[in-house]
């Protein structure tokens, strides 16, 4: 069992090495670490004292009230616990279904056309309008608002898998492997498959701060996550009004916001660099 001293000596050495998923990494687990304690460090979200409201932040209320009289850190708290969820959740489903058609699109030529005609007519709608819609057609929900922001992100996952497996199966061991009677399934399984997991893992990190961005601009627009559930984005969008009397009631939820994207977009940037054989040989 390693010492507790060898344990931060090898931490502390990652760190130096690669600073950037260090940082990130750090910021990104200690807001997912809050979310998941939020029930115990928070009160009710959705506790209104009418008296109290537009407080500033004190000792009672450490980021102050809202225009209903709502303990602000409570809800920005239980507010991480949704972009995290909507993050993870489109990261995982757009990359999961991004590689089953990647994968059969690169490596069965007969079906690309049929499969990546479509894809480009999904890339050609802009993301926050496609999504818009999808939601516009049901009633608002997690889960609507998860399926709608994945939906334009699995043609950027597609191209990426289709550009790998079109490079790989080029290469000797594929070529070999068809050679020897390998079935087409194999092939994909064991010899291209794992080609595509570095990007996907880098193209993971940036679906995920790009859907708690988009589930934060769906909220600020109506369209999102119902107003009765504690979002960052259902946050800045009622208390807009209020910006010049109670600016804490933006900028607490706003700065948490922004921490999350930075810290997923500083791993995704460390992730490249660590993945990516040619810019590691040249580090």
């Known amino acids: ?30 807001m997912a670490l809050v979310a ?73 030529r007969r079906l690309d056309g049929w499969l990546m005609r479509p894809m480009d007519g999904l890339m050609a709608i802009p993301a926050i309008l496609l999504a818009i819609a999808l939601v516009s057609l049901n009633k608002a929900s997690v889960g609507i608002v998860i399926a709608a922001i994945a939906v334009p992100e699995v043609p950027r996952v597609v191209r990426l898998v289709r550009a790998v497996v079109l490079t790989v199966r080029e290469r000797p061991f594929v070529e070999a492997a068809v050679g020897s ?17 570095a990007p996907l893992i880098v193209q993971a990190t940036y679906i995920m701060a790009s859907a708690i961005l988009v589930e934060a601009a769906l909220s600020f627009l109506g369209a999102g996550v119902p107003p009765e559930i504690p979002t960052w984005g259902n946050m800045i969008a009622s208390s807009r009004l209020f910006l010049a009397r109670a600016p804490w009631t933006i900028f607490f939820p706003g700065a948490c916001l922004a921490l999350v994207i930075l810290a997923v977009n500083l791993v995704g940037d460390g992730l490249r660099d660590r993945l990516d054989p040619r810019l590691a040989r040249r580090m």
């Open 1 to 30: 069992m390693a010492r507790p001293d060898g344990i931060a000596r090898t931490a502390l050495a990652f760190a130096r090495r690669h600073p950037t998923i260090a940082v990130g990494g750090a910021l990104l687990l200690s």
């Open 36 to 108: 998941a304690i939020a029930p115990w460090i928070a009160g009710d979200p959705r506790h209104m004292t009418p008296s109290d409201r537009l407080q500033a932040p004190s000792a009672r209320y450490w980021f102050g009230t809202d225009s209903l009289g709502r303990d602000v850190f409570a809800r920005t708290v239980h507010g991480a616990r949704v972009s995290l969820a909507v993050g993870l959740s489109v990261a995982a489903a757009s990359v999961a279904a991004g590689l089953a058609i990647g994968l059969v699109a690169g490596y069965y």
């Open 181 to 197: 009677g390998s079935r087409g399934l194999k092939i994909v399984l064991r010899h291209i498959l794992p080609s595509t997991v």
